[in-house]
C-alpha cells in the first residue's frame, strides 16, 4: 500500500514538473513577444517624432475573419445537428 502510495506521488511530482517546464518557456516567449512589441512600438513613435514627413502607421490589429472562412458545408453540416437535436428534444418531451 505504501509503495503504491510512493509510486504515485512520484508519478505526481514528475508530471508537475513536466508541466512547469513546457510552461516556464512559453511564458518566456509571450514576455518577450510583447517586449518586441513594445520596443517597436516606441521606436516608431521615436521615428514620427524625428521624421515629420514620414509618418508611419500604427499596424492594423488582426481579425479572425481574415484567416478563417467557414465553409458552406460546415454551416450546413452545423444547421442539420441543430435541427437534429432540437426534433429529438421535441420527440423526447412526452415521455419526460
Not at 11 to 18: L, V
Request: glycine share 2%; hydrophobic share 35%; charged share 25%.
Amino acid at each position: 500500500m505504501i509503495e503504491a502510495y510512493h509510486t504515485a506521488y512520484a508519478k505526481y511530482t514528475r508530471d508537475c514538473t513536466k508541466l512547469l517546464d513546457w510552461i516556464e518557456p512559453n511564458r518566456e516567449m509571450k514576455e518577450k513577444a510583447r517586449q518586441d512589441f513594445m520596443n517597436t512600438n516606441c521606436v516608431n513613435k521615436l521615428y514620427s517624432q524625428t521624421h515629420w514627413g514620414h509618418q508611419i502607421a500604427d499596424p492594423k490589429e488582426p481579425q479572425f475573419s481574415a484567416f478563417y472562412q467557414p465553409s458552406e458545408q460546415k454551416q450546413d453540416k452545423l444547421l442539420f445537428v441543430g435541427s437534429s437535436a432540437l426534433a429529438c428534444s421535441y420527440a423526447a418531451l412526452p415521455f419526460l
